[in-house]
């Protein structure tokens, strides 16, 4: 008990620097498209149907030097771009192991997720297929690996995304139901999380973000509709959000991100937004509504203007003028949302 | 909380609670014959876990067969490895042999175990599946 007031005393430090809702947030950037060229994102390459879903953009993170990082989740590679979304580079390519060989491919991946980048612009990509994170360089060269398959300590199974911290890096371990810690360099340090819908309790464990301090974790889960609020040892501070379509509320949480100033972004996929909340949960405003088709990463660059990964492309929102409107149009490929029209219909 | 969020959230949990849970068959083993690994430290059986595992009722939530392969020769358990494999996928996994087993799996011999897989999937729902299979040394005595 002694140890959650702690945890929220500390995320509630940055309370008093985060400034009420101000300005409405508009679209002041957008690109992307379907398609291998550079630039776009998806291909289509893992067929038809339910998985189609992968083929939007993946994990999304700005470096140190205000590049903007994107995982091409069906095309296996992770994209550089500048803020204003014109393509720098790339570096990855594809490789499948269901076995142990994986361990030793390098610079390639299977439907990577999530991403991070540390302070010196290390990039920490989530390999999901492979079930390992590869840590790499700013220009795209191999450093090392954290974790690989399996279900003994240290070990990923669908590792999902990564938040990066000054001494560890936080993993999502999906299978394993656990968020693990390791050193920056790979070493296991331990994991806290455990399957169960009880109160800290995991499901679907999806995205991850650290506090700029470093010691609050924000955890969502997809199925329980909810963020978590942990100390980086794993306990439990609070929580937010329920099922729904309300303010505060969540259909499938996905990415989460926070904010120079301490507030937490969460991108609420089935509702199609980003809401915004204070580092202890509390709703402040929601971001997004009519521009957004699938909104899953997201993340906070050091001015504020926040980058979500979308339907075949990125969004940036900001607080200037922003561009002129466009309407997003959904296809009905988002087979993880198919649930939420049912409960539109219903509710008419 | 408003109207339309309170009405909202009464049909998430209706939707939840009213939808069927599916049965859940439980991880298995695939195939009949199992490698070891050099020195018999790991046995290498591939587990596989069923299609349509999910975390709720709900199309699209898939997880994961996630527990414990426990190996036995002779009624002994001489093998053991947690697991999680993802719905509708395979992979190999390393059960540790205990120290004193190990000569039981030495090249040229094929002993045929049998293992029980013990797993749950993402609504919490938990089955047991037992068979067995041949130990192949591949490496040279």
Known sequence: MRRAVAILATALAGTALAPAAAGAWTVEARWGGLGKAPGSFGSGVLGGGANRQYDSPGGVAVAPNGTVLVVDVSNNRVQRFTRDGRFLRSFGRRARDNGFRAIRLTGRFFQPEGIDVDSRGSVYVVDAGNDRVMRHRAGGAFQSRLGFHGSYPGQLVQPWDVAVGPREAYVIDQGNYQVDRFSRTGRYRGSFGRFGRGPGELVTPYGIALNPAGNVLYVTDHVKHEVMIFGTRGGLAATFGSPGVGPGQFLKPAGVAVGPDGTVFVADRCNRRVQRFTPDGRYLESIGRGALVTPTFVDVDASGDLFVADHHRVLRFGQGRGLAARGASHNGVDIQCRHVAELVLRGR | ?141
């Open chain 2, 1 to 141: 909380m408003n109207r339309i969020s309170l009405l909202a959230a009464a049909l998430v949990s209706t939707l939840a609670l009213a939808a069927p849970a599916s049965g859940f068959s439980g991880a298995s083993v695939r195939g009949s014959t199992v490698s070891a690994s050099y020195a018999a430290k790991y046995l290498l059986p591939r587990i596989q876990c069923p299609p349509r595992t999910q975390s709720t009722p709900r199309a699209g939530d898939f997880s994961f067969c996630t527990g414990r392969i426990r190996i036995y020769f002779r009624g002994r358990e001489v093998a053991r490895a947690p697991f999680s494999v993802r719905t509708f996928d395979s992979h190999v996994e390393r059960a540790v042999v205990r120290r004193g087993a190990r000569r039981l799996f030495r090249p040229g011999r094929r002993p045929t175990v049998t293992w029980v897989v013990r797993s749950h999937d993402g609504q919490g729902q938990w089955a047991t599946r037992r068979g067995t299979f041949t130990v192949y040394n591949p490496f040279k005595r």
